[in-house]
């Protein structure tokens, strides 16, 4: 290449690229499986796979907004119509909350944004292709958000704040009380968007009941996809619900026509086959169980999950232990010096993945 007179914006040419996870790597006498982006090992219900090929109009383009989708999502949740914004993938809508709310300010002065980190990885480079400032605020040491330390990064320049729960990559899951007694810490301008990609896999005694928060206030927006219980990752199907002042604004800088009609087709398909969903999503919950009893019971001290993944805090040894389980053929996700990200999958995934723990010579965490 010869050096290139152009360049992006500054905040671009710093930004890190997305790396999304490897797929699995063969290797002799083992079984390959991707466990290295939170999916579902049993894909969709089947409905959903068959609405896909049933869609006769893929000359046509889809329905502007997803309005079919949106008005099987109002009935589904019992949410108005309007409060819906959908996307392609939950990642989608949250480029446009972010796109809408937060960015350079006519002062010049950057708008900030703030979450928990480690979390998931899309956060700063959405928030910092926006031309916004992230605030990370370090999550402790058991994987949960610090919420005091949240309330105290709040400054006058702060637009949106992210609560992931459960949070990617560590697991726990935030309760109702907690986010509850944060938004009474956050200035009601301030947009708090909770993030619950993984909510159908929580078993807690005090779940947060988002959409009972999002109607008593007007600056949370609730964010959901169709790509990890409903296994439509594939398919890109996200959305948000808020209240008509946000959720107006969310639409009016979409993609126009982000989700596909094959994606809105198997969303509503999915939404029509819960019972299937749920099963799937049960499996996935009790494969969970039994992963966290078998690595507490081989001495491994990892974090409370309520999502379809574990977190194994191995510091400095992360890429070590990502290399012995891409050894044996299981792609997991490991975060250089932080820990490794590993999805539950099929039970023979997740019982080498559990014999890899009893005898990894760098473990316990
Ligand atoms: N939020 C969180 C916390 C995630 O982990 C992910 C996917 N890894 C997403 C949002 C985005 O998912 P999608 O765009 O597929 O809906």
Request: charged share 20%; with cysteine.
């Amino acid at each position: 290449h010869t050096t290139s007179p152009v360049s992006p914006r500054e905040a671009v040419a710093a930004l890190p690229a997305y790396s999304a996870g490897k797929p699995p790597k063969a290797a002799e006498g083992y079984t390959p499986y991707k466990l290295s982006s939170n999916e579902n090992p049993w894909g969709p219900a089947p409905a959903a796979a068959q609405a896909v090929r049933d869609v006769t109009t893929l000359h046509r383009y889809p329905n502007p907004g997803a309005e079919q989708l949106r008005a099987a999502l109002a009935e589904h949740l019992a949410v108005p119509f309007e409060d819906i914004v959908t996307g392609a993938g939950s990642l989608g809508a949250l480029t446009q909350l972010i796109s809408a709310f937060a960015g350079t300010g006519s002062d010049g002065q950057q708008d900030e944004v703030i979450y928990a980190w480690r979390s998931f990885e899309a956060y700063p480079i959405v928030v910092r292709t926006a031309g916004a400032q992230d605030v990370p605020v370090p999550v402790m040491d058991d994987g949960r958000h610090n919420l005091e330390a949240m309330t105290a990064a709040i400054s006058d320049r702060t637009r949106v704040i992210l609560l992931c729960t459960p949070n990617n990559p560590t697991g726990p899951a935030l309760s109702h009380q907690e986010v509850t007694d944060f938004l009474a810490t956050v200035p009601s301008h301030v947009v708090v968007v909770i993030d619950e990609a993984y909510l159908e896999f929580v078993r807690s005694d005090d779940p947060v009941d988002a959409l009972a928060l999002y109607r008593e206030h007007p600056n949370v927006v609730v964010l959901r996809t169709f790509s990890k219980a409903h296994g439509l990752a594939g398919l890109r199907v996200g959305y948000a619900i808020g209240q008509p002042a946000v959720t107006e604004h969310l639409r009016k800088v979409a993609v126009p026509f982000a989700v596909s009609a094959v994606a809105e087709a198997a969303a509503i398909a999915s939404l029509e086959h819960l019972d299937e969903v749920n099963q799937r999503v049960e499996s996935i919950v009790q494969e969970r169980e039994r992963v966290v009893a078998a690595l507490s019971q081989a001495g491994w001290a990892i974090p409370e999950t309520q999502a379809n993944f574990v977190w194994l805090p191995l510091g400095a040894g992360a890429v070590d232990f990502a290399q012995a389980a891409g050894a044996q053929a299981l792609a997991v996700r490991p975060f250089d010096g932080e820990g490794v990200r590993v999805t539950i999958g099929e039970p023979e995934a997740n019982d080498r993945f559990i014999e890899l723990c009893r005898t990894y010579s760098g473990g316990p965490g």
